[in-house]
């Protein structure tokens, strides 16, 4: 028999759903069935897999204890390196800046050293983060960016956070600002916007981008200008309004315009000649602008965080200073 109490991030999930985290070796079937023969119960009654769990209820499961052994993976994240670089940090949320080379999540056969697993270690050597503790949550990060692209990651400290944060990224009530700098002279002093059509072809890791909707397509939003000019090269700043797959990178090179560095899309001319060898791209500012109802993440209202000037900025266009606007104006 195993009994969890409650938490304030284990609450407002489906009973259903956290039993699966809680119990990472029961079978789906197995757990419908101890429901349907009421050998989990809640609060010592009867409960179905669709009840919302809320703060200090008791889950009594009456099933075998290997069930609920964790995996042996569940520490892995110890294992990781120390160094993380964070820009911000409260009782909710920890804003990283995130190197080029490292990866969000662990994939790619990399599974120990990836930003989580830091943002993991370091919330557990400040002791706030213990699995041990914990039912169901794990630290997680809102956003992700590409391997090769530097720049701020939102982690989750807890499960509001999480909660939150995903539906304003979907509101589209976090702004994600970008610097890149891209080949050719790229002319756009003013706002623009461009919208294209993109498709991922997941054998390649590679988008096609169209300028009209075709069967499979998803949308895909970008607003830029241009922000100086140094020999063939143009820095443009740029703002995500759709999130999709190397979005930037394969939106930039379908105008003719691809990144510099960036040996996936730029044509391998390009690519080769070009001073730089690494993708120039950095995820440089995140504005925080809340409407809606409220809830408890609304002291990040006007929030405006920058990551650190990246390297490529200094090396292209050495005599550029950046100047930062008004993201509500």
């Avoid at 920058?306 to 200073?321: G, I, K, S």
Wanted: aromatic share 10%; charged share 25%.
């Amino acid at each position: 028999m195993k009994s969890f109490t409650i938490t304030p991030n284990d609450a407002a999930q489906r009973l259903d759903k956290f039993l699966q985290k809680a119990a990472p070796n029961l079978p789906p079937a197995a757990l419908y069935k101890a429901l349907r023969q009421k050998n989990i119960k809640v609060n010592r009654k009867r409960a179905e897999g669709s009840y919302r769990l809320i703060t200090g209820d008791v889950v009594d499961c009456y099933l075998p204890d290997e069930f609920f052994t964790p995996p042996a993976w569940e520490y892995d994240f110890l294992c990781a390196p120390a160094q993380l670089h964070v820009l911000y940090e409260d009782q909710h949320i920890l804003l990283a800046q995130k190197p080029a080379g490292l990866l969000s999540h662990a994939g790619d056969g990399e599974y120990i050293d990836n930003l989580l697993a830091r943002v993991q270690r370091y919330l557990h050597e400040k002791g706030e983060y213990s699995p041990k503790n914990e039912h169901s949550f794990a630290p997680a990060l809102v956003n992700r960016i590409d391997r090769n692209t530097q720049g701020i990651v939102i982690a989750a400290k807890t499960a509001v956070a999480l909660r939150v944060l995903n539906e304003k990224m979907k509101t589209r009530q976090l702004r994600k600002f970008y610097l890149c700098a891209v080949h050719g002279k790229l002319h756009a002093p003013q706002w623009q916007t461009v919208t294209s059509y993109m498709v991922k072809d997941a054998t390649k890791s590679l988008v096609c981008v169209y300028d009209t909707p075709r069967a499979g397509t998803k949308e895909c939003i970008t607003r830029y200008r241009s922000l100086a000019h140094s020999n063939d090269f143009t820095l443009v700043q740029a703002e995500l309004l759709t999130g999709r797959t190397h979005q930037i990178r394969a939106q930039f090179a379908h105008l003719g315009h691809a990144l510099v560095g960036d040996g996936k899309y730029a044509p391998r001319a390009l690519y080769q000649s070009a001073p730089v060898k690494s993708q120039c791209l950095c995820a440089w500012r995140l504005t925080f602008h809340f409407s809606g109802e409220k809830t408890e993440l609304d002291y990040l209202h006007e929030l405006d965080i920058f990551a650190d000037e990246p390297a490529f900025l200094y090396r292209l266009f050495p005599d550029t200073t950046l100047v930062c606007e008004n993201p509500w104006g």
